[in-house]
């Protein structure tokens, strides 16, 4: 490929034109030189790549009286059948096999919206599999039958448009209303009605599945973000490996380990609100007992779930006592209470009740005094 005279590229015997050559190429054959575009009226070879950007004077237009270099009308130029019409029947039957998919992937959306609940963590993710995953699907095989559609079925015309103002004149709504119809025939819409129709029934489940999803209005929580799996004597035991605690065995300060309420620990809805630290301290560091009234050896335990929007909040500073947030960097002060000292969140982490069995090991004394992480419209 070489440079004309011209600035345009040239491309020699590749297929390949500049704009300029283009244009004049139709002229030298009797075309009017509005009508541009690749090949829409040049009969039905292969596709004429044009190099380069259209002359603005010269554009094709789809409105009336604007197209020309003399002003007057743009004749019409699309064809209503493609030039192939036995690789387009055969195209017309894979687009209507993606919309037919389509339309099962969309009822499969609305019947995995139906059965599956979302009354657990692991519901909710089979849910959120399913559901993403038929979306996906419909999305995918509308826009892959679209894709073919235009590819194979509709004749091959590249059609520019110049701007033009916003408002429109009757010459050009009527031009428009010509345009639309035209377009209506050479897409083979009307034409086709088995990819009409398979079109229509793959968009019937996304336009219902909006309302099936106001079934998420309800119904309330109730008061089951209120309490926790933590109950009168149940053990700490350390989140992982299930051991219960002495305080003898945390002795060092500064130390910080998650831990569950025993039997618990292999439950995901139970630790999604009963996740907790237990940090240790040196003796005299922490707060006065009205704001630590619930330690034991300088051992206290958090909620883990940070009072902002959930994230577990388990990152410790020694030096400073800050319980940090990695999210959206809420600190807490863990040495008073968890009180905020920084960041989003508006309350405390919640403290839980702590003690000790007849065998030494830490226990809860009670659920939390209060609900565990984030705000919610119920919340006392
Ligand atoms: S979730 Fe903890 S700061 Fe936002």
Redesign the pocket.
């Known amino acids: 490929m070489s440079n004309n005279p011209s600035g345009q590229p040239d491309s020699g015997d590749s297929g390949e034109q500049s704009w300029p050559e283009y244009l004049s190429s139709r002229e030298s054959r009797g075309m009017p030189r509005s009508g541009e575009g690749s090949g829409e009226s040049e009969g039905y070879g292969p596709p004429r790549r044009v190099i380069g950007t259209p002359p603005p004077a010269t554009a094709r237009t789809m409105l009336a009286g604007h197209g020309g270099d003399g002003g007057g009308e743009t004749p019409r130029e699309l064809p209503a059948d493609p030039p192939d019409l036995v690789k387009a029947k055969k195209a017309e039957r894979v687009v209507a096999a993606c919309f037919l998919l389509a339309t099962l992937a969309g009822l499969g959306f609305l019947v995995a919206y139906g059965l599956i609940g979302v009354g657990s963590v692991r519901d909710a993710q089979h849910s959120n599999l399913w559901l993403g995953g038929t979306l996906s699907v419909v999305l995918l095989l509308l826009g892959a039958g679209a894709v073919i559609w235009v590819r194979n079925v509709m004749p091959p015309v590249e059609q520019t448009e110049q701007r033009h103002p916003l408002r429109s004149s009757n010459a050009d709504r009527a031009a428009f209303k010509e345009t639309f119809e035209e377009g209506t025939e050479t897409s083979q819409f009307v034409k086709r009605p088995l990819i009409r129709r398979t079109l229509i029934a793959a968009t019937v489940p996304l336009a219902v599945a909006p309302v099936v999803l106001l079934r998420d209005m309800g119904p309330l929580p109730g008061t089951s973000l209120a309490h926790t799996a933590w109950r009168k004597g149940r053990r700490l035991v350390v989140y992982g490996t299930g051991r219960p605690i002495t305080p003898a065995e945390f002795s060092t300060p500064g130390a910080i380990i998650s831990v569950a309420p025993e039997g618990f620990q292999n439950d995901d809805d139970a630790m999604a609100k009963a996740a907790v630290i237990i940090i240790k301290f040196r003796p005299g560091e922490l707060g006065a007992p009205t704001v630590m009234p619930w330690t034991v050896d300088d051992i206290v335990a958090y909620s883990k779930i940070?009072?902002?929007?959930?994230?577990p909040?388990a990152l410790y500073e020694q030096t400073t006592h800050h319980i940090l947030?990695?999210?959206?960097?809420?600190t807490f002060d863990a040495a008073h209470g968890a009180k905020v000292l920084f960041?989003?969140?508006t309350r405390p982490l919640p403290q839980l009740p702590m003690g000790l069995d007849s065998q030494g090991f830490l226990i809860a004394t009670s659920d939390f005094h209060e609900p565990v992480g984030?705000s919610y419209w119920e919340r006392s």
Not at 306 to 311: L, M, N, R, Y
Not at 325 to 330: A, L
């Open positions: 940070c009072t902002h929007v959930g994230c909040a947030c990695p999210c959206h960097q809420s960041g989003p969140a984030p």
